[in-house]
């Protein structure tokens, strides 16, 4: 069965600190797609990244950048310069090719306070 | 674009009401919707998947009778809470998947979520 699993509830941090957000997650499919989702206070998820197995490249977008690594079963997330903007709850998740549905399993998510 | 809209963003009602939450993809077509549930401070929890022209599928311990879900067309499902109890009270929150993309992208977008909250 699929899991995810994000160890850290909760980070605090100061303004401008680099912070990693971790997840690791389990399957046995050897097809299968990560992701990570922003839920700010107002509540939406807000989609951030999606990386397939296949695909071991790291990606940065700005101040985001992300570490997937099929060896460890992790797929981190670091903010640079962190703002205060950033303060939120970080969703990662996983979803496996086989499923038809193509549903997500979420990790338990890690709230980033970041104070000024 | 791949914009979800989900109304109401906010909805108090009585024990016993009916509260319809609606779930619209406006630049896309989802032939597949989902809902999930969160409480606070807690991850997101599938409820069912919403498949257009067809019945939802529900997760185990989600009350189909309780959680009325139609997906009449391509752009929007919508879920009825039926005699809502004050259990009933949480955050949900749908998403939809653009399947005009390959399936390889296979991103959902989420809606902004209804916070239930029943008296």
């Known amino acids: 069965a699929q899991k995810v699993t994000q160890a850290q509830t909760e980070i605090s941090v100061v303004e401008k600190e680099d912070v990693t957000l971790d997840c690791v997650y389990e399957t046995r499919d050897t097809t299968y797609y990560l992701f990570w989702y922003k839920q700010p206070p107002s509540g939406e998820l807000v989609f951030l990244i999606r990386r397939n197995s296949f695909d071991e490249q790291n990606e940065i977008s700005g101040r985001y950048s992300w570490n997937f690594q099929k060896s460890t079963s992790s797929f981190n997330f670091t903010i640079t310069a962190s703002q205060v903007v950033d303060s939120a709850v970080y969703f990662c998740a996983l979803s496996e090719a086989s499923n038809a549905g193509n549903m997500l399993t979420f990790g338990g998510g890690t709230r980033l306070m970041v104070k000024p | 674009g791949a914009v979800v809209s989900q109304h109401p963003s906010r909805v108090i009602c009585k024990s016993g009401t009916s509260v319809k939450i609606e779930c619209r993809s406006l630049d896309f077509q989802a032939t597949t919707m989902f809902w999930y549930r969160q409480f606070p401070k807690q991850s997101l929890m599938l409820m069912a998947t919403s498949n257009e022209g067809s019945k939802a599928t529900y997760e185990q311990g989600v009350e189909k009778d309780k959680f009325l879900i139609n997906h009449a067309s391509l752009t929007l499902s919508t879920l009825t809470v039926t005699s809502a109890h004050p259990e009933d009270s949480s955050f949900y929150i749908c998403?939809?998947?653009?399947?005009?993309?390959?399936?390889?992208?296979?991103?959902?977008?989420f809606g902004a979520g209804t916070r239930l909250s029943v008296l």
């Open positions: 998403s939809a998947r653009d399947y005009s993309l390959t399936l390889a992208k296979n991103i959902q977008y």
